[in-house]
């Protein structure tokens, strides 16, 4: 068994002290070593709040984070995130957004160089000195890849990263990370990620988690063991999307 | 040679009056920052700053700081103390609007920026640096430009004021320059006066806020250029109809225009604690009140046994308010009757509506207060002479709100409206019915708050007005009674406890038309035309 990265024990979250309220109700799972994890579930399953508090950013009512082992409760550089809006600020241009995710403590030289390193790693070092909105979708989210690999994070968790994107770019970025993680582009080695697009969650998973609605729980976790890249064609890939289907809409 | 001596002296003035207001605009800013910032992020400050500044930016603001202005003039030398109190009654004047663009910009902000913040680590100088001050920013120019004409209304009144039984006048003002030639029969001067005024208010419009405003909306529209001449007269329409809205959107509608998503990010941290307050609020509100009740009751009856003079002069203020009250809606009505016209000609039926537009927004930028003197001296003679002047000042404080909040609101009438028109052939009677008096509704709404306001805060300088703080010869132009009127007068003679009484009848006045009349007009409209 390869080592347990990033942990999740038994995280409740609600907004109001019934029971019934609860959103996340007792949630416990583990992202390893090498390992690519889609959480998957119906919109406005609580989601993308479960990946907040994995990343630290909303404290869960009960249950905690651990990351190697020990507590987290509270943002850290080992982790990074990467938002369905991209979330990138209008005001700073593509370079000063990239830059943002490296420690403040470094100088401005070295941040700009390392920063443009990274943007051409995603290819975007030509518009490293436009403003965001001056971007395509496609390009904006590759900023934010860029934003949140930069500082050499070991987990990468993802809120949706491709659903804002239409199908071609989406399809071409998932293509480019895939390759990333796979050949050991970059320093990270754990994902999780949030999706309700059950083909996608096929196409990058090592692991899929299938969450339930109202509240959110632990459906069902199933293996991958396919080869990459993956083949939306292929029989195998069409029985798996099938069967996570299935896991989804079953009582 | 003698003209051109004069235009230099007269420039020089009007810098002077610049100066103060570039001062007061850039301590305005740093206000703005500090207080709106704060309200946005602080729900407990969100609380009691709202409230706060939404009644003071509906008073007439220059009745309120008697005693500050009292002490800037003691404390500090000379000329030094009156600019210092010029100064800051025009900060009174351009704060408030600048504050709520800040709250708006910062409530607005996408959650997932402060959760950046989070993630990243920054810290507090960063958050403001990085994320808060440039969030703002667009804003904050945008209701300079707002401010900066509500400041000029004031400059003029501001350069001459009195405290007690004396006078004060600042020595280099464009206010007092002009109050000057127009009283001393100099018209030919006065007129070049107005003229380089004006100069200055358009060099001020494109050197000085064209350039801010470019800067600070580089980031957020890619390809702006085209319709530069639009952006111009929309941004001081947009600003009057921000203005109008924002008074009307509680904190809570601010949320629902945040994403959804954004929405429920806030809502898993702070629903709890909403839900709670607002079940305690409930019941908790009622006792409060009747309790606040009988305790006012009683306190009202003991202040009246111990001063018998209170119930005189509520009575006085009851009097004038109901005098003002007249006024200010007739003029409202006779607004009306012009702008409406107006404003379905610009536009259903011109074809130059910019070029009226730009008309208008340099008509616009003439300050009645500055006009007020020549107002004085040509109804001087005339039947109700006094009253016509009010109503003049009144009349002009108000109908630009109208026209270009109307304006600012049909930009964003869908494309369909127009076609409808042509498609069914709408003219006269049939498109005043199904078109005109339906589609401008939303603009003419929040036109009519604004310009009641301004109405409101005009009354002081349009009911009574003196030139002893200048002149030798003193001038009068006084309504027979008026709240403007009983403010300056009891301001002037130093009887304190009756301006404030006549200021608080203003203010729970104020509040109740607001609560009774337009919150409830404006949503009304902004029902039926979402």
């Known amino acids: 068994m390869r080592d347990v990265v990033l942990s999740a024990r038994n995280i409740v979250f609600s907004f109001g002290d019934s029971p019934e309220q609860r959103i996340i109700d007792g949630v416990s799972f583990d992202a390893r070593k090498n390992e690519f994890v889609s959480l998957i579930g119906p919109s406005g399953c609580g989601k993308s709040t479960l990946l907040r508090i994995l990343a630290g950013l909303i404290d869960p009512v009960s249950g905690e984070v651990l990351y190697n082992g020990k507590r987290l409760d509270k943002p850290t550089s080992e982790l990074s995130f990467v938002f369905q809006d991209f979330a990138l600020l209008p005001w700073l241009t593509n370079i000063e957004n990239v830059e943002m995710g490296l420690d403040p403590k470094i100088g401005d030289e070295e941040k700009r160089s390392r920063a443009l390193a990274t943007l051409k790693k995603m290819g975007l070092e030509n518009v490293a000195d436009y403003y965001p909105n001056a971007l395509s979708g496609g390009m904006k989210q590759r900023v934010g890849i860029a934003r949140a690999i930069i500082s050499n994070p070991h987990v990468l968790l993802m809120d949706e990263p491709f659903s804002s994107l239409d199908e071609l770019t989406a399809n071409a970025l998932r293509g480019d990370v895939v390759y990333m993680l796979r050949n050991k582009d970059i320093s990270v080695n754990s994902v999780i990620m949030v999706t309700h697009n059950v083909e996608e969650a096929v196409e990058m998973s090592d692991r899929i988690i299938v969450l339930t609605n109202k509240p959110t729980k632990v459906k069902q976790e199933i293996k991958l063991g396919m080869k990459y890249p993956r083949n939306r064609h292929d029989k195998e890939f069409i029985n798996m999307v099938d069967r996570i289907y299935e896991a989804l809409t079953r009582k | ?530």
């Open chain 2, 1 to 530: 040679m003698e003209i051109i001596a004069f235009i230099a002296l007269i420039t020089l003035d009007t810098a002077a009056s610049w100066l103060r207001m570039f001062a007061a605009l850039f301590f305005s800013i740093l206000i703005s920052i500090g207080v709106g910032i704060t309200a946005a992020v602080s729900k407990r400050a969100e609380k009691i700053i709202l409230p706060v500044i939404d009644i003071f930016q509906t008073l007439p603001i220059l009745a309120f700081f008697p005693f500050v202005i009292y002490i800037f003039v003691f404390l500090l030398p000379g000329y030094i103390g009156i600019n210092a109190a010029v100064i800051f009654l025009i900060i009174t004047s351009m704060a408030w609007n600048i504050i709520f663009g800040v709250y708006e910009a910062i409530k607005v902000l996408p959650a997932e920026f402060l959760e950046l913040a989070d993630l990243y680590g920054l810290g507090f100088w960063s958050r403001l640096r990085k994320i808060f001050v440039p969030a703002a920013m667009p804003r904050v120019v945008e209701q300079s430009v707002l401010s900066w004409s509500i400041g000029l209304f004031y400059l003029v009144t501001s350069e001459i004021f009195s405290i007690g039984n004396s006078n004060y006048a600042v020595k280099y003002g464009i206010g007092v320059a002009l109050a000057q030639l127009a009283f001393s029969g100099n018209y030919l001067h006065y007129f070049i006066g107005i003229l380089v005024f004006i100069g200055f208010v358009i060099a001020t419009r494109f050197l000085f806020f064209r350039p801010l405003e470019k800067h600070f909306t580089r980031y957020n529209t890619v390809s702006e250029e085209p319709k530069r001449h639009f952006v111009i007269h929309f941004g001081i329409a947009k600003a009057f109809n921000y203005l109008a809205r924002l008074r009307h959107s509680p904190p809570t509608r601010l949320a629902s225009r945040v994403s959804k998503r954004n929405a429920a990010a806030r809502a898993a941290i702070k629903k709890k604690t909403i839900k709670e307050e607002r079940i305690q609020f409930a019941g908790a509100k009622r006792a409060g009140l009747g309790i606040a009740v009988i305790i006012l009751a009683f306190l009202a009856a003991f202040v009246i046994s111990k001063y018998p003079n209170i119930a005189v002069y509520e009575y006085e203020s009851l009097i004038s308010l109901a005098a003002s009250f007249a006024r200010v809606w007739i003029a409202f009505a006779v607004i009306l009757a012009v702008a409406f016209p107006v404003c379905v000609y610009l536009v259903f039926i011109s074809r130059h509506r910019n070029s009226y537009l730009l008309l208008f927004q340099i008509i616009a930028s003439i300050p009645a207060t500055i006009l007020l003197p020549i107002i004085v001296i040509a109804l001087r003679g005339y039947a109700f002479h006094s009253e016509l002047t009010a109503f003049v000042i009144f009349f002009l404080s108000g109908i630009w709100y109208i026209i270009f909040s109307v304006i600012a609101s049909s930009a964003s009438m869908p494309n369909e409206v127009f076609e409808v028109k042509k498609l069914f052939g709408l003219k006269g009677r049939r498109a005043w019915k199904y078109l005109y008096s339906k589609a401008m509704l939303p603009g003419l709404v929040t036109g009519a708050v604004t310009a009641i306001a301004a109405e409101w805060n005009a009354s002081i300088v349009a009911e009574y007005f003196t030139t002893t703080g200048i002149s030798g010869t003193n001038v009068v132009s006084s309504v027979s009674v008026g709240i403007g009127k009983l403010l300056d007068t009891s301001l002037g003679s130093g009887n304190m406890l009756l301006m404030m009484i006549a200021l608080v009848n203003l203010t729970i006045m104020i509040i109740i038309v607001n609560t009774f009349l337009w919150k409830r007009l404006y949503r009304k409209v902004s029902n039926v035309y979402k």
